[in-house]
Structures are given as C-alpha cells and as structure tokens.
C-alpha cells in the first residue's frame, strides 16, 4: 500500500467532490471581477513581495484568476475543462483528484516565492505570470495520460 493509499484512508472523507465546479465557478467569480471592478483584478494576483508585506489573501485569491481569451474561447474552454476534470474525478476518485490539484496550487505558490527570492527579492509586478494556466494544461496531461485512446475534438470538429 502506498503513501496515497494511506493518506485516503486516513483523510478521504474531507475530499471536496466535484471540485472542478468550484474552480470554475471561482473563474466566473474572476471574469465578473475583471469585468465589472478591474481596479480590484490587480490586489487578486500572486505577488510574494506584497504578501511578504501582509497581504495574505493573495495566496488564495491567485486562483480567481481566468485564463482570457473571447467570451467564445472562455466558453469552449469551461465545458471542455468541466469535462476533462469530472472524467479525472470519476477515474481517480475524489481524493486523488483533490491531492492533484491541491499539490498544483501548492507548488504553483512555492515556485512564485523561490522565483522571488532568486531575483533577490525584487519580483514586484510578476504576478500576472503565476496562473491556473498550468494547472489546466496538467489536467489535460493527465486526462491525455488517463484515457490515451480518446479522440478530443477541437470545435467541435477537428480531431486532436
């Protein structure tokens, strides 16, 4: 039995189901906040430099953040990822799922810190890098990883 294994066995009742709802449904929260309070868009960033100053919702608050594009590319982009995430649940299982994306976001902030301590603390305004970019593009490796034979249709149409 491996670590996973056990940790699930000890902690799997406090796995979030459906999880990929509440990440995009905190993207719909970011577009309404980019839309409707854009000078609020900017204090929602990953910056080290101003948590390191006391802004600590900012480790959170990160992951509000969508990826842009035309309201037709954020569309696609919501179901597709909708999708590819509730098939990883089902197949993985809630926790494994959760440790997944969890361990993202984690790693996601550790690497902002450790970018910022290598430029010697002077990473003020690199916040916009530091998204659930690569987080969505691990989804879609695992989910690529998970079931190999599936065919994904670019619009619908077009065979990936």
């Given at each position: 039995?491996?670590?996973?294994?056990?940790?699930?066995?000890?902690?799997?009742?406090?796995?979030?189901?459906?999880?990929?709802?509440?990440?995009?449904?905190?993207?719909?929260?970011?577009?309404?906040?980019?839309?409707?309070?854009?000078?609020?868009?900017?204090?929602?960033?990953?910056?080290?430099?101003?948590?390191?100053?006391?802004?600590?919702?900012?480790?959170?608050?990160?992951?509000?953040?969508?990826?842009?594009?035309?309201?037709?590319?954020?569309?696609?982009?919501?179901?597709?990822?909708?999708?590819?995430?509730?098939?990883?649940?089902?197949?993985?299982?809630?926790?494994?799922?959760?440790?997944?994306?969890?361990?993202?976001?984690?790693?996601?902030?550790?690497?902002?810190?450790?970018?910022?301590?290598?430029?010697?603390?002077?990473?003020?305004?690199?916040?916009?890098?530091?998204?659930?970019?690569?987080?969505?593009?691990?989804?879609?490796?695992?989910?690529?990883?998970?079931?190999?034979?599936?065919?994904?249709?670019?619009?619908?149409?077009?065979p990936i």
């Open positions: 039995m491996n670590w996973l294994s056990k940790l699930e066995r000890k902690f799997g009742r406090y796995a979030i189901p459906n999880l990929t709802m509440y990440l995009i449904g905190g993207y719909i929260i970011g577009y309404g906040i980019y839309y409707l309070l854009p000078g609020l868009f900017s204090w929602l960033t990953l910056e080290p430099a101003y948590i390191l100053r006391g802004q600590v919702w900012r480790l959170v608050s990160w992951v509000l953040i969508p990826p842009m594009g035309n309201i037709f590319t954020i569309i696609i982009m919501l179901f597709f990822y909708y999708s590819l995430g509730t098939a990883l649940e089902r197949t993985w299982g809630a926790f494994r799922y959760n440790v997944y994306i969890f361990s993202g976001l984690l790693f996601t902030v550790l690497g902002a810190f450790l970018l910022y301590f290598v430029m010697g603390g002077k990473g003020v305004g690199y916040g916009y890098f530091f998204s659930t970019y690569y987080i969505n593009m691990s989804i879609f490796l695992a989910f690529a990883v998970s079931y190999p034979d599936m065919e994904v249709l670019l619009y619908f149409v077009l």
